[in-house]
């Protein structure tokens, strides 16, 4: 079946730095991703869906500024968490838009101290 | 804008018994339902997809419908075993894996040896 990794699978970091999470299709190609983050207890939320070759779109209320999404190739999406606050700590998951449905990661954990 | 639901939150059944999750959807009807599995710190695991056109579809000891009138899909769990315990989550789609899933807060099924 079709697999979707991502790396790191966790991540500890300082507040002000910033955090790069890739999402790669391993076995097919994806001419969309999706990013979602889920914080504890509570169902995903779509951040935002990348298209490979062009520009991101963003749901209400995620700052494209702050979580910058690059889709370079049909197998690698990856989102960069800028200057990462504490409240930005949580459980990113991408998926892989795959025929009828959508193949997910495995979750990469953020902790932002 | 569409809302999913999944009204309980938690279910606890015995080993052995069927287990029946519920999720609702609000106003226009999505044109595919998704369920997935989600363990505990990982990315969700798809199950199945029914499309709006079908009234059920089985796979193995799973069993999903369809009601468009009563808005609503049933998953159901037969003959459960401790190992199906996990969250279930119930996503729509538009259209195909190529567009976002909405998902509902999901239900935390326990079966109980």
């Known amino acids: 079946g079709a697999v979707v990794s991502q790396h790191p699978s966790w991540v500890i970091c300082k507040s002000g730095t910033s955090v790069k999470i890739e999402c790669r299709s391993l076995?097919?190609?994806?001419?969309?991703m999706f990013w979602y983050r889920q914080f504890p207890k509570q169902s995903l939320m779509l951040m935002a869906t990348?298209?490979?070759?062009?520009?991101?779109?963003?749901e209400q209320g995620v700052e494209k500024d702050k979580f910058l999404i690059n889709h370079a190739s049909l197998t690698l999406s990856t989102l960069t968490v800028t200057s990462a606050h504490p409240e930005d700590s949580s459980f990113y998951i991408c998926?892989?838009?795959?025929?009828?449905?959508?193949?997910f990661g495995p979750g990469t954990r953020l902790l932002v101290l | 804008s569409q809302k999913i639901e999944q009204n309980s939150e938690a279910l606890n059944i015995q080993e052995g018994k069927t287990a029946t999750l519920t999720c609702n959807y609000t106003n226009y009807s999505p044109a595919y339902l998704q369920w997935y599995r989600q363990d505990p710190g990982r990315g969700p695991v798809f199950l199945l997809l029914?499309?709006?056109?079908?009234k059920e579809k089985r796979k193995e000891r799973l069993k999903v419908t369809f009601d468009t009138t009563l808005k609503q899909s049933l998953f159901h769990i037969t003959a459960s075993q401790p190992a199906d315990s996990a969250t279930y989550l119930c996503a729509r789609a538009l259209d195909s894996g190529n567009t976002p899933l909405v998902f509902g807060k999901g239900t935390r099924l326990s079966v109980i040896a």
């Open positions: 029914i499309r709006e056109n079908e």
């Open positions: 076995d097919f190609q994806a001419t969309t």
């Open positions: 998926s892989a838009g795959g025929g009828e449905t959508q193949y």
């Open positions: 990348s298209n490979e070759g062009s520009k991101a779109t963003y």
